[in-house]
């Protein structure tokens, strides 16, 4: 849905560089898709006990703000038309995300989509975060939907995990890193773009 990933990475590895350590592309994908409240202490682990963990955590959401309230969130290409047709078609749509609430709610104010959902479950009203299958189970519930009769669009291995532990039929559309042998085992489909979700969709309704 956004196209927050860059930004996240951005915020990491620059907060660790900062701080005299050197995040790569291939460690920070670990964390794709995971909540903070897990891939932080990891991140500490990574590096050692010589790693200034608070003042990571302190950082890094800084530099996140700071790059997003600066540029903006993007939308990912497919989006618009993608939310259009479930709209049209009175699909009810929820976000089910390990962003906490308030990073959720500036989020979805950055992209400009702060009204377009009624249903937002947010990592810390579940007990357990992706790839445990807490949200989704809760987002289904909220929906007042069966959880088998739905589909989760995700980025992340740790998302469509979740999904498919939730008994959702789960899309991946990859974001910075391909799937893993596990996610494309239990996806439902690995697609390209939104623009591909939006022909499949159209194409299982007719």
Known sequence: MLDSEPIY???WQDSCRDL???????????????????????????????????????RWPQLWREIAE??????KPGFEDLYALLNKRGVPIAV???????????TLEAA???NHFRVIVTRDQVENGKPAPD???????RLGQDAAGCLALE??????LSAAAAGMRAIQVPDLKQPSVEARRVAWRVLPS????RELIMAEAE
């Open 112 to 114: 400009g989509l702060a």
């Open 9 to 11: 990475k951005a915020s």
């Open 135 to 141: 949200l989704y189970r809760e987002a289904a519930r």
């Open 155 to 160: 980025d992340s291995d740790a998302g469509v």
């Open 20 to 58: 005299g350590f050197e995040l790569d592309d291939h460690s920070y994908e670990t964390f794709i898709g995971r909540p903070p409240s897990d891939c932080e202490p990891e991140l500490a682990e990574h590096f050692g006990p010589q790693f200034p963990l608070v003042r990571f955590q302190a």
């Open 194 to 197: 939104l623009h591909d979700v």
């Open 70 to 75: 600066r540029d903006g969130i993007p939308l």
């Open 96 to 106: 089910a995300t390990s962003s906490d609430a308030d990073y959720t709610r500036f």
